[in-house]
Structures are given as C-alpha cells and as structure tokens.
C-alpha cells in the first residue's frame, strides 16, 4: 500500500482540526483551524530528527487537538491573548519538546526506551521556564514602568491596526455596543 501524499496527509489534519473545533466550540472556526496548523508546526520542531512518519503525524493531530482546548483554557482565565500565541507557542512548544522523549525512535518512552529521555527532556522544560518566567516578569515590569504596556481606551475601541499600523485590518466590521461597554 502506497504512502499518503503530503497534501493528503495535510488534508486529513485540516479535517481534523476542523472537526476538533466544531466539536469544541460549536462551530468551525478558521482561526483556530491556522492555528492548529500552526501548533502542529511548533510542536514537531524539536522531535522533527528523531521520529517516524506516522509518529510526526500524531504529534500534529495532539497539538492541533491541544491549541484549541489551550485557547478556551486561556479564555477561560481571562488571559489577554486574542490570537492564541501562548496557545500555539507555548503549549506546543513544551509539548513538542516533551514529545521527543515520547516518540523518539532511539530512546522514546513509546518506543521502549522508559522515562529517561522523557525526564531529560521535562528538566529542560523546567530549567528554561524557572529561567524565562522571572526575566519577563521582570521585562514586562520594567516595560510598564518605563513606557506603558497599554494603549489609550479611544485606540483600543477604534483597533490598534488602525492606531499602530494606520490601516483597517477589518474594513466594515464594527464592535457592538456590549463590546464597546467591555472596555469601558
């Protein structure tokens, strides 16, 4: 039997996701489907070398799978991230990252090599967010207390494209009255 082609493999993924999401939110959403392209992207960088095939397809479909419950997770807390960089970054950075000592085929945990890879991998996660997470703690202190990490209501209202870019991402579309209360 002949191998799938990588735009039938792609299509499967795009389904996928597409069901993943409508199953999640109700409906399908494009955003979330890019961003679970996206996530599948991040998530195989690290293990890209050590594993099979149909191993880097099982990575994708978890990230794809992950970044959407990841965004309703960071919703859910109410923390600002309107285009679910955390989710795709940072949950499928760590994940693909753990997915190397999961899926290696020279050591991985599902592939008889027991938890030591994995370990390995979980003290990198570890040591690099006890390193990461007070450095920008302390960035984004030091950001608002220099030059301000917010931007005035009245620019937040009409959009930051408008107001950083000087031009309308989404010609036509306008906030309605409840979300115009919200930022208020």
Avoid at 134 to 143: D, E, G, R, T, V
């Amino acid at each position: 039997m002949a191998r799938p082609s990588l735009r039938r493999r792609l299509l499967a993924l795009i389904l996928g996701l597409t069901a993943v999401a409508w199953l999640a939110l109700g409906k399908p959403d494009l955003s979330m489907i890019l961003n679970g392209t996206l996530a599948g992207l991040v998530a195989i960088t690290a293990p890209c070398s050590v594993v099979t095939p149909a191993g880097s397809m099982l990575i994708g479909l978890i990230a794809g799978v992950l970044v959407v419950y990841a965004v309703l997770f960071f919703d859910k807390v109410k923390l600002d991230d309107p285009v679910g960089a955390l989710s795709v970054h940072l949950v499928n950075g760590v994940f693909g990252t753990l997915a190397v000592g999961l899926f290696a085929t020279d050591g991985g945990l599902f592939y008889g090599g027991g938890g030591g890879r994995l370990l390995t991998q979980f003290y990198g996660v570890a040591a690099f967010g006890a390193l990461v997470f007070p450095l920008s703690l302390a960035a984004w202190f030091a950001l608002k207390m220099t030059m301000g990490i917010r931007v005035s209501q009245e620019e937040e209202i009409e959009g930051l494209d408008v107001g950083e870019h000087g031009i309308e991402a989404y010609p036509g579309f306008a906030p309605t009255r409840e979300a115009r209360a919200e930022v208020i």
